[in-house]
């Protein structure tokens, strides 16, 4: 449970800060040890609708990171204690909550934690790939070069993420609108179009009464079929967010046509970059392994990873694991091998990470050509379908009347 302090030190400095304790009892013993003489202790709401609400808004962008551990290489360069450089880069920053992690990590390292544990204390914030390579910067004494590997890693992370959304954003932009235009047509104009037939007491094809009955079944009840549809996507989206519902919604996503070799390409640049990182950083292997996995964000992967972690644990090779799993492209557990076999692994990685970036730069780039015309034919022949059925039979009708 957290506890938000405000308490004295022994030369009456006034301290805020939050603590991690089981009780009120147990916080006071922690402050009292760390010679803090707490003024008010107040505990953290333990309200869940709450803490969903403040969710979305307490949350630190990744440029936000990038800037805040280029500031701080910059000052570590410049011989600033690292106190006075956070101070400083919290005077400079506009999110709030930033602000309060900020003056957080100030308190903790002045009452003797270590830059890296404190780090570790907002897992919320910074990711496990990030404050291993400060531990691993701390423990070589190079702190502005693993802090500078921090920031380039965000970075690309983040440069990659904003590719997947770009895979997405064209295709899912026109499937919502064309389901949207689909609803409204059937709700509100093929019920005019089809008063002529009705009207008229003609014979029509039994797949033109289906698209009648559907299109007056929409016009009376229009608003219920809306609270099913929206009610359906809602539990998709809530089913997407447990934990069955990610391990299902990875597969799918690497099994997409066309978009799903932009995920898959994405996943191995992510491995490859982050890999080489932590290794450059001083990282053993097997923990290297590690924590790729818990950053990678698709449990297949995360899967194929700590295999390879058991692997390397029991003397095996990463390649023998990669190479059982068609997720990962032969070359790359070929290439992986022959950094295995002279010692320049992080080198090879490297090289994995930049050819996959380009990959997914060049079919991100094309994406909206290699999707348009299948999405075409799609609603062409829906557009066909909804023609034949309506318009033919009212043309075969007035040529009657003639």
Do not use: C
């Not at 003797?112 to 390579?133: E, H, M, R, T």
């Not at 009376?220 to 549809?229: L, P």
């Amino acid at each position: 449970m957290k506890f938000f302090f405000k308490a004295k030190n022994k030369i009456g400095e006034i301290k805020e800060g939050a603590i991690e304790a089981s009780n009120e009892s147990a916080a006071i013993e922690v402050l009292q040890k760390n010679n803090l003489y707490p003024m008010s202790l107040k505990a953290e709401s333990t309200s869940s609708l709450k803490k969903t609400f403040l969710k979305y808004f307490e949350t630190v962008k990744s440029e936000e990171l990038v800037i805040f551990f280029r500031q701080l290489a910059i000052m570590i360069g410049a011989k600033v204690p690292i106190i006075s450089a956070l101070s400083s880069i919290k005077e400079e920053t506009s999110n709030q909550y930033f602000t309060r992690v900020i003056n957080d990590l100030v308190n903790e390292i002045e009452d003797g934690a270590s830059f890296s544990d404190a780090l570790s204390k907002y897992a919320d914030v910074f990711s496990p790939l990030s404050i291993n390579i400060i531990k691993a910067g701390e423990a070589s004494g190079n702190m502005k070069r693993s802090i500078e590997y921090v920031a380039d890693n965000i970075e690309k992370n983040f440069a990659l993420t904003t590719k997947i959304r770009s895979a997405m954003m064209y295709p899912a932009i026109i499937i919502i609108a064309f389901f949207i235009i689909g609803f409204l047509v059937m709700s509100f104009i093929v019920p005019k179009l089809t008063m002529i037939i009705k009207e008229l007491d003609a014979q029509v094809p039994w797949y033109t009464q289906m698209v009648i009955g559907a299109s007056d079944f929409m016009a009376r009840y229009w608003w219920a079929v809306a609270v099913v549809i929206l009610g359906f996507v809602g539990s998709l989206w809530y089913y997407i967010k447990t934990e069955g519902g990610q391990r299902d919604w990875d597969q799918i996503k690497i099994k997409l046509p066309i978009v799903g070799k932009i995920f898959r390409n994405i996943y191995v640049t992510r491995f490859a970059e982050n890999f080489a990182v932590l290794l450059s950083g001083g990282i053993p292997i097997i923990k290297a392994l590690t924590i790729v996995s818990s950053v990678i964000n698709n449990t297949v992967y995360q899967k194929i990873f700590l295999k390879a972690a058991e692997e390397v644990k029991i003397g095996g090779d990463i390649s023998n694991v990669l190479k059982k799993y068609k997720e990962i492209p032969p070359i790359v557990t070929q290439m992986i091998r022959v950094g295995e076999d002279s010692g320049q692994i992080d080198s090879v990685l490297t090289h994995i990470a930049s050819f996959y970036q380009q990959q997914t730069d060049t079919v991100t780039k094309n994406l909206a050509t290699l999707i348009e015309p299948v999405l075409m034919i799609v609603i062409g022949v829906a557009v066909g379908i909804m023609a034949f059925a309506i318009l033919m039979p009212i043309y075969n009708i007035s040529s009657g009347i003639k």
